[in-house]
DNA sequence: GTGTGACCAGTTGTACACATCTTTGCATGC
DNA sequence: GCATGCAAAGATGTGTACAACTGGTCACAC
């Protein structure tokens, strides 16, 4: 049997429809959970085809998946808009989360090897120089890598998948709130790089359940600060 | 403000779009997992457009969430192909299934009224009429009655919603694989029928949390049966 | 000034024609 | 008899025109 996609090189001009379908989707919801569209935001199918040199078709796939992840909801002659969530909806989410990546320690759990270390190394030295210099923008794009490289830890994919729909429902959210009730947002970074330098510890023993706790402590006292200032 | 859809009778004629695409899609996840549409089978959008008297656009819509949930799998040129699943992708799941059951005791939980447990005594009743006179088809029907039952003991609306989703992605798996195993479906009608006599004394005493372990206990140990015997 | 009703711009939902791709079966050369 | 190529059928993906619906605006009667 050949190549699924026959002649392809990694860098190739035409991409596979999954491939357009998933870069549609990456970058419209990198802008919702970026707050580039605040929830209350009228999406336009017609620019977003226009945008993407395409027509109004695969678009509306991409808010389709998006409305089931519970990113946007269309109604019919009004728009396609980005949700919101009172605090209530987020506090379950939250516990979810808290106890799903608790999980991570005990489904399947992968044993870093090397590169994997050296890799978080790399993002503890990245984020030290964030802590002084960094936007609200590039802090939550820096949790996202950091987010999706710990989700490596688990070879458990459907507990990966949760994980991640819960993840992007909630960190946007987390982020408004937070500026609306003026947390101090360079406190958050001292406190979540103290965080990544304790899991680099615990990645160093190979000690999995321990990095799970520490996270799902973070995950917790984080939504605590949050209700306190809110 | 008034009603979303307005002058809306509960039998009434030009049903919502939304509800219009909920009940495709229930159909359509009915037929997968009663094994309607066995792993395998390729589904034409035409002939589901001709069947649910509508064009193709609505049924991709439907199809294209049902991909995502797992269920199927477009390709194309070649058709919408309902998915399979080996013993490995399945075990993960079920261990996922395992742990998350019994997190609804400790998330939200809702202590049943008089009402729930009348419901769930009539299950019983209907369950052990069942155990004799069922057919694979009537047990998987009434497995979901239960499940769907059962999921309103918690109100953590994420939770009930993850735990949906991956109980749709095991249940029809799990009975192929149980009727290719040669299981003794009669043995395992009886076996959970125990379960549900068990549960409703758990939810005569309002111990969700109980209720959540002996589900929990049930899960994985199904699981296990049907792993011995294949 | 105010309430009311009709129109209009803009949006999502649907239907359909066409493009692109895969499979399959058959004809043809050897 | 067999391999090979080609064409046709049928599937999903895409583009586009139109239907259905909403919110706002503006003219007009009172």
Known sequence: MRNRSPERSPADGPLSVRDR????????????CLLSYPPGT??????LASEFGTSRTPVRRVLARLEDEGLVQSVHGVGTIVTDADIGALEQVYHLRVELTGLMGRLDPVVPDVAFVERFERLVTRGREIIDTGTPHEFTRFDMDVFQTLLQ????IPLRAVLERL?????RIWLQAAIEAHLDLKEEFRIFHHELEALL???????????????RAHISMSFKRLQQNS
Do not use: V, W
């Open 21 to 32: 379908h998933a870069a549609i989707h990456h970058q419209i919801r990198q802008r919702i």
């Open 42 to 47: 009228r999406l336009s199918e017609t620019s």
């Open 153 to 156: 830890l688990t070879a458990n």
């Open 167 to 171: 993840y992007y429902q909630t960190k």
């Open 201 to 215: 510890q615990a990645l160093r023993s190979n000690d999995i359940e321990a990095a799970a706790h520490i996270q």
